[in-house]
């Protein structure tokens, strides 16, 4: 949900930014240091990065499910989950909202590029640490036997 939301966010930036300099949606304005096509796109892109921390962390939950898994090792498969799930929210939620505010002043301001990447990335490391506790809990819980 954190994907979609900053995805949608984000998108609705870009798209208020072509609607005042249609030429920024392709391509970054000549002003910039930074020369590279899609410029404006790459909040888009960081939010999608989210969806795959949900897709490691499901995929590691899946192939460690046996008919006799124990309650105790369902229980930390829930919370791992729920980890990665809580953390990619809020962290669409800053990407999506950071990411609009960014593009749309990009427009008008193409130096704010570098310090919209900075905020980025720190929203982005936000759904990284739920990954990280995620697997952390994860590789604990493959040592547990319950008797």
């Given at each position: ?39 404006n796109s790459t909040p888009i892109v960081m939010a999608a990065v989210l969806a795959i ?21 369902a229980f930390i498969d829930l919370g791992a989950g729920l980890t990665v799930g809580i ?26 590029f570098v310090g919209m990447m900075v905020i980025q990335i720190f929203c982005e490391t ?22």
């Open positions: 949900m954190g994907a979609s939301y900053g995805t949608a966010k984000a998108g609705v930036g870009v798209i208020a930014t072509g609607v005042l300099r249609p030429d920024l949606i392709i391509t970054s304005s000549s002003t910039t240091l930074i020369d590279f096509p899609l410029l921390y949900g897709v490691v962390v499901s995929v590691m939950i899946a192939n460690t499910m046996t008919p006799e898994t124990h309650l105790f090792k953390a990619s929210l809020s962290a669409g939620f800053a990407i999506g909202i950071t990411g609009d505010s960014g593009v749309r002043g990009m427009s008008q301001q193409p130096r704010l936000l759904g990284l640490y739920g990954m990280i506790i995620a697997l952390l809990m994860l590789s604990r819980a493959s040592s547990v036997t319950c008797e």
